[in-house]
T-cell receptor
Framework: SAVISQKPSRDICQRGTSLTIQCQVD?????MFWYRQQPGQSLTLIAT?????????ESGFVIDKFPISRPNLTFSTLTVSNMSPEDSSIYLC??????????FGDGTRLSIL | ELKVEQNPLFLSMQEGKNYTIYCNYS?????LYWYRQDPGKSLESLFV?????AVKQEGRLMASLDTKARLSTLHITAAVHDLSATYFC?????????FGEGTQLTVNP
């Protein structure tokens, strides 16, 4: 199955700043997604990253707060904008590759001070 | 809106014992996943269940799916300490996953 690399693996940021997380896959994949896992919680889908077009956001998530790009079939970015302590979470990229289970990158552990 | 409920949320069991984790979901689905998450780690795919009556087994874990009852189970046989982790079920709707709350399993010697 495709190998997913997420960067950075962790970061500590000041409130009011923005951070861009990168997700690189070693082969072309059909679909890419971004999830959030708040401390001690389950995972929630933020959006589907669409190649060459605007991402599709789930209820409760908006483009201004979580802009997403997917310029090609192997790469996507998620930006967490104007961060507050409530944004402290693990952010995970996942991919769907033909015939393979959806699988996840190692995640980005984000803390906001 | 698709809802996925797992129970129990916390499970403490002794080595050698058997137990079952339940995953109920509210609407029809394409497939159902079980994942394992160790502390500070990402998710590891355990099983993908595609059809009614599907049963898959790997080591001491066995997963099943009843689409009519909208129920999946993850059965643990003769638990060992290495199985301590959080287990999530996730229901797939056009590849968008809705996760259960997770079951935090602790296996005690």
């Amino acid at each position: 199955s495709a190998v997913i690399s997420q960067k950075p693996s962790r970061d500590i940021c000041q409130r009011g700043t923005s951070l861009t997380i990168q997700c690189q896959v070693d082969s072309q994949v059909t679909m890419m997604f971004w999830y959030r896992q708040q401390p001690g919680q389950s995972l929630t889908l933020i959006a589907t990253a669409n190649q060459g077009s605007e991402a599709t956001y789930e209820s409760g998530f908006v483009i201004d707060k979580f802009p997403i790009s997917r310029p090609n079939l192997t790469f996507s970015t998620l930006t967490v904008s104007n961060m507050s302590p409530e944004d402290s979470s693990i952010y995970l990229c996942s991919v769907v590759d033909a015939g393979q289970p959806q699988h996840f990158g190692d995640g980005t552990r984000l803390s906001i001070l | 809106e698709l809802k996925v409920e797992q129970n129990p949320l916390f499970l403490s069991m002794q080595e050698g014992k058997n137990y079952t984790i339940y995953c109920n979901y509210s609407t029809t689905s394409d497939r159902l996943y079980w994942y394992r998450q160790d502390p500070g780690k990402s998710l590891e795919s355990l099983f993908v269940l595609l059809s009614n009556g599907a049963v898959k087994q790997e080591g001491r874990l066995m997963a099943s799916l009843d689409t009519k009852a909208r129920l999946s189970t993850l059965h643990i046989t003769a638990a060992v300490h290495d199985l301590s982790a959080t287990y999530f079920c996730a229901v797939d709707s056009t590849s968008r996953l809705t996760f259960g709350e997770g079951t935090q399993l602790t296996v005690n010697p």
